[in-house]
C-alpha cells in the first residue's frame, strides 16, 4: 500500500470515525439542549460535539494499536471489550476533569482548587453523565470492532447494506 493509500485509508477511517462518535455526541448535545431548554437556560455547545468527537476518533484509532498484553489476547474477545472500554472510559473521565479544572482555574486560584472545586460542585455530575454517555459509545464501537475483525474488512458494511433474508431462508439454515 503506497504512501497515498494509507493516507486515504487513515482519513476515511476519521471521518467514519468521527461521524459515529459526533452522532453520539449530538444526542448527548440534544439531550442537554432540551433538558436545559425546559428550565429556560440557553444552551450553546454545540462546536464541544464536533471538536471532542473529532478528537476522540483520532485518539481511539490511534489506541486500536497499543497491544493489551498477552494475557488479554489469550483470553475470549469480551475480555479486550472490556478492557479497552475501561481504559477508554477512564482517559474520557481524565480528560473531563482537567477539562473543568481548567476551565475554572482563574475563579478558584489554581488548578488544584480548581479539581477540588469540580467535586463540590455540579461540575462532578456534568463530568460523569459525559464519561457515561461516552463509555456508552466506546463500548458499542469496541464491540462493533470486535465483529468487524471477525467478519473481515467491509463484511460488517455489506451485511447492513444487504435485505435481510426471508424468515423462511433463515430457518432453513443449521
Known amino acids: 500500500m503506497g504512501y497515498v493509500q494509507k493516507l486515504q485509508h487513515e482519513l476515511m ?6 461521524l459515529y462518535f459526533g452522532c453520539w455526541l449530538g444526542a448527548l448535545v440534544l439531550l442537554k439542549y432540551l433538558i436545559l431548554a425546559e ?5 450553546n455547545q454545540y462546536s464541544v460535539a ?11 484509532l490511534v489506541l486500536e494499536y497499543v497491544p493489551l498484553g498477552p494475557w488479554v489476547r489469550a483470553r475470549p474477545a469480551w475480555v479486550d471489550v472490556v478492557v479497552r472500554t475501561a481504559l477508554y472510559a477512564f482517559g474520557v473521565f ?10 475554572g482555574r482563574h475563579e478558584h486560584g489554581g ?19 459525559n464519561t457515561i454517555c461516552l463509555s456508552a459509545a466506546l463500548l458499542s ?9 471477525r467478519l473481515g474488512k467491509g463484511a460488517l458494511l455489506q451485511m447492513f447494506l444487504t435485505p435481510l433474508p426471508n424468515d423462511s431462508e433463515a430457518s432453513s439454515k443449521p
Open 94 to 103: 481524565v480528560v473531563l476533569l482537567l477539562e473543568r479544572a481548567f476551565e
Open 39 to 43: 428550565y429556560q437556560i440557553a444552551f
Open 141 to 149: 464501537y469496541n464491540m462493533l470492532s470486535v465483529v468487524r475483525k
Open 50 to 60: 464536533v471538536v471532542g468527537a473529532l478528537v476522540l476518533a483520532k485518539v481511539v
Open 13 to 18: 477511517a476519521v471521518i467514519a470515525l468521527t
Open 111 to 129: 488548578l488544584g482548587p480548581s479539581l477540588i472545586a469540580v467535586f463540590q460542585q455540579a461540575d462532578a455530575k456534568h463530568v460523569w453523565l
